[in-house]
């Protein structure tokens, strides 16, 4: 009887441990993905600018691999189509944004460098992450483009990712079926009506 309750009390402890660890594999996952959040498209006098927050967390062998020089290359991905329902959807535009993220032994400062021209430098890697999860007023829809109608509904998508193509060739090998290198992102899509002409001047 002994030897009975023994194995019972095994049994339900053996279960209790796999169901901890269901509800654990959920986290684990998401946690080695960009979370896109709050997409705002505002009116200016060039078009339409995108604002939206990005939740994600670096792993400790991504945050070991910028201490040690290794440059970082994010890109933020955005798309406009219109949906076609005897058809494939339309894409109408896409536009994409790069980021590198570094750091520099000699000054001790890491850098957030956004497209082409800005760049911005931080005393922690905290601070430069909190600003790359910021996206402010990036242009994606230019004013009176041809493609578009004033005042018509479309689908908006957007995504933040790490590119490991742009790691060195080594890290992209050890990246290669290895979650702690790879950070992805899931299109976040919500529909958008645009301004009528008269609208934003």
């Given at each position: 009887?002994?030897?009975?309750?023994?194995?019972?009390?095994?049994?339900?402890?053996?279960?209790?441990?796999?169901?901890?660890?269901?509800?654990?594999?959920?986290?684990?996952?998401?946690a080695a993905e960009i979370?896109?959040?709050?997409?705002?498209?505002?009116?200016?006098?060039?078009?339409?600018?995108?604002?939206?927050?990005?939740?994600?967390?670096?792993?400790?062998?991504?945050?070991?691999?910028?201490?040690r020089g290794v440059v970082?290359?994010?890109?933020?991905?955005?798309?406009?189509?219109?949906?076609?329902?005897?058809?494939?959807?339309?894409?109408?535009?896409?536009?994409?944004?790069?980021?590198?993220?570094?750091?520099?032994?000699?000054?001790?400062?890491?850098?957030?460098?956004?497209?082409?021209?800005?760049?911005?430098?931080?005393?922690?890697?905290?601070?430069?992450l909190a600003v790359l999860?910021?996206?402010?007023?990036?242009?994606?829809?230019?004013?009176?483009?041809?493609?578009?109608?004033?005042?018509?509904?479309?689908?908006?998508?957007?995504?933040?990712?790490?590119?490991?193509?742009?790691?060195?060739?080594?890290?992209?090998?050890?990246?290669?079926?290895?979650?702690?290198?790879?950070?992805?992102?899931?299109?976040?899509?919500?529909?958008?009506?645009?301004?009528?002409?008269?609208?934003?001047?």
């Open positions: 009887m002994a030897s009975i309750t023994a194995f019972l009390k095994s049994a339900v402890e053996r279960l209790r441990r796999g169901a901890l660890l269901l509800l654990l594999l959920p986290a684990l996952v998401w979370e896109a959040l709050n997409p705002a498209l505002t009116s200016t006098e060039e078009g339409q600018v995108l604002s939206a927050d990005f939740y994600f967390d670096l792993s400790p062998r991504l945050e070991e691999a910028v201490n970082l290359h994010f890109v933020a991905e955005f798309e406009l189509t219109r949906e076609r329902w005897y058809w494939l959807d339309d894409k109408l535009l896409s536009r994409s944004l790069s980021y590198r993220l570094s750091y520099h032994a000699l000054t001790r400062q890491y850098r957030l460098s956004t497209g082409g021209g800005l760049h911005q430098s931080f005393e922690s890697l905290g601070d430069a999860r910021r996206m402010r007023n990036w242009l994606v829809i230019a004013r009176d483009d041809p493609r578009l109608t004033p005042g018509a509904s479309y689908q908006a998508a957007l995504r933040l990712q790490l590119d490991v193509r742009q790691l060195p060739r080594p890290f992209q090998i050890d990246a290669l079926g290895n979650k702690d290198w790879n950070l992805s992102g899931n299109w976040l899509r919500w529909p958008v009506t645009l301004p009528t002409t008269t609208e934003g001047k």
